[in-house]
Every structure is written in structure tokens, then in C-alpha cells.
């Protein structure tokens, strides 16, 4: 399949708290891939000013999905929300 959108998370993080954000990206990454409709890609880029995730998917719909999802609510955002110097910026594009 074709990526056609992706949900973008920046998120701050000090760089103390760096590894276990990477921790956390690590032990997701597959499960993400493997259980949420719709999901392509996933990948963490890392900058030092903040740290971003980009999901990939084939519809909008299916990123916006995600972020309602039991994998991003009880697992992903819970383990990143203690990591976080600021709220992060969340969004979703489609692809032209």
C-alpha cells in the first residue's frame, strides 16, 4: 500500500529523557504497525530542539483513528506524557 497520510507528533524532550522516549518508539514501533488499521510506516526523527514521531497510513481517517485508539491513549501517550518539556504539536497530513 501507498502511504497517503501521516500523523506527525513533535514533542520536546530534554535530552536526559531522550532514552526512554527512543525506549518507548522502540517498543511500540511493532506492535503500531502490526495492530492499527491502516498504519504503514512509523519512524522517530530526532533533532535537537525536539524529538518527532511520523506515522504513515493509507487515509486521514486512519491517522485520526490512531489517536483514539487503546494502543495510543493507555500505552504510548502514557509512557511519553512524563518525558514531555512542553505539550506536543499534533498533525495530520494528507498526501497530494
Same mark, same amino acid.
Given at each position: 500500500?501507498?502511504?497517503?497520510?501521516?500523523?506527525?507528533?513533535?514533542?520536546?524532550?530534554?535530552?536526559?529523557?531522550?532514552? %526512554?522516549? &527512543?525506549?518507548?518508539? /522502540?517498543?511500540?514501533? @511493532?506492535?503500531?504497525?502490526?495492530?492499527?488499521?491502516?498504519? *504503514?510506516?512509523?519512524?522517530?526523527?530526532?533533532?535537537?530542539?525536539?524529538?518527532?514521531?511520523?506515522?504513515?497510513?493509507?487515509?486521514?481517517?486512519? %491517522?485520526? &483513528?490512531?489517536?483514539? /485508539?487503546?494502543?495510543? @491513549?493507555?500505552?504510548?501517550?502514557?509512557?511519553?506524557?512524563? *518525558?514531555?518539556?512542553?505539550?506536543?504539536?499534533?498533525?495530520?497530513?494528507?498526501?497530494?
Amino acid at each position: 500500500m501507498t502511504v497517503k497520510a501521516y500523523l506527525q507528533i513533535t514533542m520536546t524532550i530534554d535530552n536526559d529523557n531522550r532514552p %526512554a522516549a &527512543a525506549k518507548i518508539y /522502540s517498543d511500540y514501533r @511493532q506492535p503500531f504497525l502490526d495492530t492499527i488499521d491502516g498504519a *504503514l510506516t512509523k519512524d522517530l526523527l530526532i533533532r535537537d530542539e525536539d524529538v518527532q514521531v511520523l506515522h504513515g497510513f493509507d487515509s486521514v481517517e486512519h %491517522a485520526t &483513528a490512531y489517536l483514539n /485508539s487503546q494502543l495510543f @491513549q493507555d500505552d504510548v501517550f502514557v509512557g511519553l506524557k512524563p *518525558l514531555w518539556s512542553a505539550d506536543p504539536d499534533v498533525k495530520i497530513y494528507s498526501v497530494a
